[in-house]
């Protein structure tokens, strides 16, 4: 079974805080995605990787940054968090066979940013 | 044009009925379909993924393409209280995509 963890299942941060969420997947697989949920808007795609150290906006990166130094990991930053980044963040890995394919989420961190 | 809507929900089915659920996508070339379900306050679970035209059961659940059409659906039978949730339709924005795009999501509570 594919398996997905995230860092954290709920985090509480000051505004202006430096936020890291950690992602980390144990099938060796290609892309890894992080998204957010708010009630009303769906998951919305913050960034992807489809490589170590290779990246691509989604349609919201305003605000966040990523790193990936090694393949099972997958990490989001919140610069400089502010309240309207209080949301439930997913990630997600698929094995990237050059479709788009199976997509497995980790459990979530319900960030609060106060 | 939404890339990817849904029936807008919420759908209430007693026990034992058949829940149907619809999704329609705006790109004519996507080749991968998904149905994702989410429990309140867990994140997304993989239940169903087609890439044919036509239907794929698995178990209760059956998903149907049609890809002229442009849409897909999933159909619950003999619903149970546990299929509560929300159901949601991904499909790549893009032919040539490995991101999705999914729907808003469709409620079902199944009335005991």
């Known amino acids: 079974d594919v398996k997905v963890t995230q860092s954290s299942r709920y985090l509480v941060k000051r505004t202006g805080e430096k936020v890291f969420l950690e992602c980390v997947q144990d099938?060796?697989?290609?892309?890894m995605f992080w998204y957010r949920q708010d009630p009303g808007l769906g998951l919305r795609l913050i960034y992807f990787?489809?490589?170590?150290?290779?990246?691509e906006k989604g349609d919201i990166p305003e605000g966040y940054s990523v790193s990936r130094e090694k393949k099972e990991r997958f990490s989001l930053i919140l610069e400089s968090a502010s309240t309207n980044q209080t949301s439930m963040y997913l990630c997600?890995?698929?094995?990237?066979?050059?479709?788009?394919?199976?997509?497995?989420f980790g459990p979530g961190t319900r960030l609060t940013v106060t | 044009q939404k890339e990817v809507e849904q029936n807008s929900g919420p759908l209430s089915v007693p026990e034992g009925a058949i829940a149907s659920l619809n999704c329609t996508y705006s790109d004519r070339g996507s080749q991968s379909f998904f149905w994702y379900r989410q429990y309140s306050g867990k994140s997304p679970e993989l239940i169903m993924s087609i890439y044919s035209n036509g239907d794929k059961e698995d178990g209760r659940f059956t998903a149907q393409l049609n890809k002229a059409s442009q849409y897909v659906s999933l159909l619950i039978r003999d619903s149970q209280p546990s299929d509560s949730a929300t159901y949601l339709c991904?499909?790549?924005?893009?032919?040539?995509?490995?991101?999705?795009?999914f729907g808003a999501g469709t409620t079902v509570t199944v009335r005991a």
């Open positions: 099938m060796d697989h290609e892309n």
């Open positions: 991904a499909v790549p924005p893009r032919s040539n995509d490995y991101k999705l795009s």
């Open positions: 990787s489809y490589d170590v150290k290779m990246k």
């Open positions: 997600a890995s698929e094995s990237g066979t050059g479709l788009a394919y199976e997509q497995y």
